[in-house]
């Protein structure tokens, strides 16, 4: 039994109510919710409404507001959108802040101090390096704020939009402070923060060519 225009449009509605505006999670959950509310009905011979009441209930609880310790109190999504964007996220969080806090471990430890003529260039390195990182992020960042369509990717994007910040003070602390000698963990953090973002740029652009509807 296929749902009638108004009754899709009594599901869109909901869905807008409890913001699903990311157009592959919205897609995905408007199939399994129509499915559910179609198979209720032809199996147990109920009317529209009282299977929509009770789909819902079901899925209120996958569709609650929540947030999470990788983005913080500040950014917070349906819970079934958040357990997307977790599963996507949370390796490529784990693998470069572990790398991070692993070559701080061992700039603290070692001795890195060389020749003036060695150091001028690793800074100048350094520098040149963390510029074309920074110009290359706000480049990915100028180009998503371009597109209007969300998509789970595209709140992850949104929750890194500090990153050009620490790709700021990536520069700063190349070593162009004198007195001060480059942090290259700083570095490291600016090019893998400007990598992830290219990635789940990638993977937005996908999902609106994937799920937009023409």
Not at 107 to 119: A, F, N, P
Not at 183 to 206: D, P
């Amino acid at each position: 039994m296929e749902l009638t225009t108004q009754q899709l449009q009594r599901v869109e509605h909901y869905l807008d109510k409890k913001n699903i505006t990311y157009i592959d999670v919205r897609f995905e959950v408007l199939d399994h919710i129509v499915s559910d509310i179609e198979t209720k009905m032809e199996d147990k011979k109920l009317d529209f409404e009282t299977v929509f009441y009770t789909v819902m209930d079901k899925w209120n609880i996958h569709l609650k507001q929540t947030s999470s310790w990788l983005y913080g109190i500040a950014y917070s999504a349906p819970k079934i959108v958040m357990k997307k964007v977790n599963n996507n996220f949370r390796k490529w969080f784990l693998i470069s802040n572990s790398l991070m806090i692993l070559l701080s471990m061992i700039e603290s430890r070692i001795d890195l101090s060389v020749s003036e003529g060695t150091q001028l260039f690793l800074t100048n390195s350094l520098v040149i390096i963390n510029i074309i990182s920074f110009f290359i992020l706000v480049f990915f960042m100028t180009k998503n704020s371009k597109t209007k369509e969300k998509t789970s990717y595209s709140f992850i994007l949104k929750t890194q939009s500090l990153g050009g910040l620490i790709a700021f003070f990536a520069i700063i602390f190349s070593g162009i402070i004198e007195g001060i000698m480059p942090i290259y963990s700083f570095t490291f953090m600016s090019i893998a923060i400007t990598y992830i973002y290219s990635h789940f740029l990638k993977k937005h652009k996908e999902a609106i060519k994937k799920y937009k509807i023409s």
